[in-house]
């Protein structure tokens, strides 16, 4: 089935924004939201990442209505919903245990909202059969929860929540109870649900794996503060700090802070080689610890006269001696604080002076 068709038949007739303004929120006297403004953007995949406890889940619970925020605005298409129940909003959220009957077949986990709203019985059956073919599900109407698999059962969140023509999806760590080869055979799933669909999603995951092969906007948050809001490719190869520099990447950048005083000098584990470089940025020696083989590439773990760092190369390097290199255009400089500043010729100069070993 084609998406124009799709779209026209089930009811999804646009996509929209999401605008928080100032939002704080509070659980007693703890606060977890200091004060938040995010806009996302009309049809975009966009990803809240971070560490357990940074905000995420609550955000989007307080998009969808389910948490109120202490003080702020919520708009959705530009209209206020901060008094509006979550059924009036426009969205539909898929949790991470999928919440589905135990003692309802598919079609009737499926059905069940249609039915509370009074949709007539043609049209339920209608919708139902359109979105089982395209989450793949029309074999499994007849089943219960119970008798499918992790991934099968996660269909049918998505399923629910599509048949309720949201212009807004919500998804809380929906893939964290699967194991790894099925996490990512949804993650591709989802990708390609998304742009069949076109409209907005916003995904919350503490997995910068997921976050970085789905969203198209990528939101890494920390406490409650909004650390970086970029692209997946910007946010990777341009970190406006420490935290997102070592959120983002695996392994993290490695970040080095004696080298010179008052400045972090930072840089990816995959752009440093395991041997001399000509006019190298930077240049030490060290012992390799750890050689740890991952296919076609090796993570090192490797002892510095600067602390350890990591060295992800497909050079199979013999023996614990190596000299590390790396080209100035891949190092980063931060400040004191944690905060992106000019890699300039000064610091360059001073890391040429430093001496080896």
């Known amino acids: 089935m084609n998406r124009p068709t799709f779209l026209a038949q089930v009811g999804i007739s646009g996509m929209s924004s999401i605008t928080l303004k100032n939002i704080t929120k ?22 809240l990442v971070g560490p357990s406890g940074c905000g995420k889940s609550t955000t989007l619970r307080m998009i969808s209505g389910l948490e109120r925020p202490s003080a702020g605005d919520i708009l959705i298409d530009d209209q206020n919903v901060v008094d509006a129940a979550p059924g009036k909003r426009g969205i539909a959220m898929v949790f991470q245990n999928y919440a589905l009957y135990p003692n309802m077949n598919v079609r ?9 709203k009074k949709v007539p019985r043609q049209d339920r059956e209608r919708l139902i059969k359109e979105v089982c073919e395209i ?63 076109g409209t907005t999603f916003v995904y919350v995951t503490h997995d910068q794996i997921e976050a970085m092969s789905m969203g198209d906007n990528i939101v890494l ?21 420490v935290f997102t520099a070592q959120f983002i990447g695996m ?10 005083p008052d400045i972090q000098i930072g840089f990816r584990p995959e ?41 992800k190369s497909e050079d199979d390097v ?3 001696d190596c000299v590390l290199s790396i080209k100035k255009e891949h190092l980063f400089a931060f400040d ?5 500043i000019e890699m300039s010729a000064g610091i360059l100069s001073q890391l040429a002076a430093l001496e080896e070993g």
């Not at 004191?336 to 992106?340: A, F, I, K, S, T």
């Open 26 to 47: 509070s659980f007693g006297r703890e606060l977890v939201i200091p004060n938040l403004s995010l806009t996302i953007d009309n049809g975009s995949f966009t990803v």
């Open 108 to 116: 009737d986990n499926i059905e069940f909202g249609l039915k509370n």
């Open 135 to 197: 989450v793949g599900l029309s074999p499994y109407l007849e089943r219960r929860p119970s008798t499918l698999s992790g991934g099968q059962r996660q269909r049918v969140a998505l399923a629910r929540a599509m048949v309720k023509k949201p212009r807004v999806f919500l998804m809380d760590e929906p893939l964290s109870n699967l194991d790894a080869k099925l996490r990512a055979q949804m993650r591709v799933e989802l990708i390609e649900l998304h742009k069949r669909l």
């Open 221 to 241: 948050m920390d406490k409650g503060i909004i650390m970086q809001r970029s692209s997946p490719k910007e946010i990777y190869h341009n970190p406006r700090n």
């Open 251 to 260: 392994p993290p950048m490695n970040i080095l802070s004696s080298l010179i």
């Open 271 to 311: 752009k440093m080689a395991l041997l001399p470089l000509e006019n190298p940025g930077l240049h030490l020696r060290g012992t390799i610890l750890t050689k740890e083989q991952l296919g076609a590439e090796i993570n090192y773990s490797v002892n510095t006269p600067c602390g350890k760092v990591m060295v």
């Open 318 to 320: 013999e023996g614990p």
């Open 336 to 340: 004191g604080e944690g905060q992106r």
